[in-house]
C-alpha cells in the first residue's frame, strides 16, 4: 500500500462528515482530500483531484443530484480504478448485493464501529472484498428468510431495486424519472414489475414490505 492514501468522503448529514473526517486523521497512511455533500458535488471533486479511495453514503438525496446505485455507476465510469467503500443504514441482502454488482469494493453498516474503516481500507486497498460486521449479519439472517420472500427479492433487478428504494422513500414517479434520467412510462413499469415479484398488491402493501424487508429505514 502507498505511503499516502488520498481519499474523498461523502455524506449528506454534517455529524457522519466529521466523525469520518476524525477517525481518517487517526489513520496514518490517509490524506483527505475532499469532503462532499452530496452526490453532484463528489462528481465535481473527482474532476478536480482524483482520489485512490471514496467513502461514500448510499442514499443522499436532493434535488438533481444523483444518489445510490445510478451515482455509483457514474463513479465507475469517472474513477474506474479507484476504490470505494459504502456507507449505508440499508441491510437488505438484495440492496448489498447490487452495491457490489455496481462497483462497490465494500460495504458498512452506519451503524457499525467507525473505527472499522481502517481495517475495510486496508483489505480494498489489497484487492479484498469488505463487508461490515451488520452486512454479515444481515447476510446470515437473510438465509432464515422464507423462500418466497427472499426469493423475490433476489428477483428484482438492479433499476427495480433502485425504483422500489426511491418510491418508498416517498419519491413520486416523476421525480424518479427526472432523477434515473428515465422515461415515466418506464419507472412505472419497472415500480409494477417490482411489485409483482415481491407481491405488493397496491402502494400500502409495497411500503409496508418495504419496511419488513429494510429496503428504506
Given at each position: 500500500?502507498?505511503?499516502?492514501?488520498?481519499?474523498?468522503?461523502?455524506?449528506?448529514?454534517?455529524?457522519?462528515?466529521?466523525?469520518?473526517?476524525?477517525?481518517l486523521a487517526r489513520i496514518p497512511f490517509v490524506r483527505?482530500?475532499?469532503?462532499?455533500?452530496?452526490?453532484?458535488?463528489?462528481?465535481?471533486?473527482?474532476?478536480?483531484d482524483m482520489p485512490d479511495l471514496i467513502v461514500s453514503?448510499?442514499?443522499?438525496?436532493?434535488?438533481?443530484?444523483?444518489?445510490?446505485?445510478?451515482?455509483?455507476?457514474?463513479?465507475?465510469?469517472?474513477?474506474?480504478?479507484?476504490?470505494?467503500?459504502?456507507?449505508?443504514?440499508?441491510?437488505?441482502?438484495?440492496?448489498?448485493?447490487?452495491?457490489?454488482?455496481?462497483?462497490?469494493?465494500?460495504?458498512?453498516?452506519?451503524?457499525?464501529?467507525?473505527?472499522?474503516?481502517?481495517?475495510?481500507?486496508?483489505?480494498?486497498?489489497?484487492?479484498?472484498?469488505?463487508?461490515?460486521?451488520?452486512?454479515?449479519?444481515?447476510?446470515?439472517?437473510?438465509?432464515?428468510?422464507?423462500?418466497?420472500?427472499?426469493?423475490?427479492?433476489?428477483?428484482?433487478?438492479?433499476?427495480?431495486?433502485?425504483?422500489?428504494?426511491?418510491?418508498?422513500?416517498?419519491?413520486?414517479?416523476?421525480?424518479?424519472?427526472?432523477?434515473?434520467?428515465?422515461?415515466?412510462?418506464?419507472?412505472?413499469?419497472?415500480?409494477?414489475?417490482?411489485?409483482?415479484?415481491?407481491?405488493?398488491?397496491?402502494?400500502?402493501?409495497?411500503?409496508?414490505?418495504?419496511?419488513?424487508?429494510?429496503?428504506?429505514?
Open positions: 500500500m502507498q505511503s499516502s492514501l488520498k481519499v474523498l468522503i461523502a455524506d449528506d448529514h454534517p455529524i457522519v462528515l466529521l466523525g469520518l473526517e476524525q477517525t483527505l482530500v475532499g469532503k462532499a455533500h452530496d452526490g453532484r458535488q463528489l462528481l465535481q471533486m473527482l474532476h478536480e453514503d448510499y442514499s443522499m438525496p436532493g434535488e438533481d443530484t444523483p444518489d445510490g446505485l445510478i451515482l455509483f455507476r457514474h463513479i465507475r465510469r469517472l474513477a474506474p480504478h479507484c476504490k470505494l467503500i459504502i456507507l449505508t443504514m440499508l441491510d437488505n441482502v438484495a440492496f448489498v448485493e447490487s452495491m457490489l454488482k455496481s462497483g462497490a469494493d465494500g460495504v458498512m453498516n452506519k451503524q457499525d464501529d467507525l473505527a472499522d474503516i481502517a481495517e475495510a481500507i486496508q483489505a480494498v486497498m489489497v484487492g479484498r472484498q469488505y463487508l461490515g460486521r451488520s452486512v454479515l449479519e444481515a447476510r446470515a439472517l437473510a438465509g432464515q428468510m422464507p423462500d418466497e420472500e427472499i426469493g423475490g427479492l433476489r428477483a428484482l433487478s438492479q433499476r427495480e431495486l433502485e425504483v422500489m428504494r426511491l418510491y418508498s422513500a416517498g419519491r413520486c414517479i416523476t421525480e424518479i424519472a427526472q432523477q434515473l434520467n428515465r422515461s415515466v412510462k418506464t419507472i412505472s413499469h419497472q415500480k409494477k414489475s417490482a411489485m409483482e415479484k415481491i407481491g405488493a398488491r397496491n402502494d400500502m402493501e409495497l411500503f409496508q414490505l418495504a419496511r419488513e424487508l429494510h429496503l428504506i429505514v
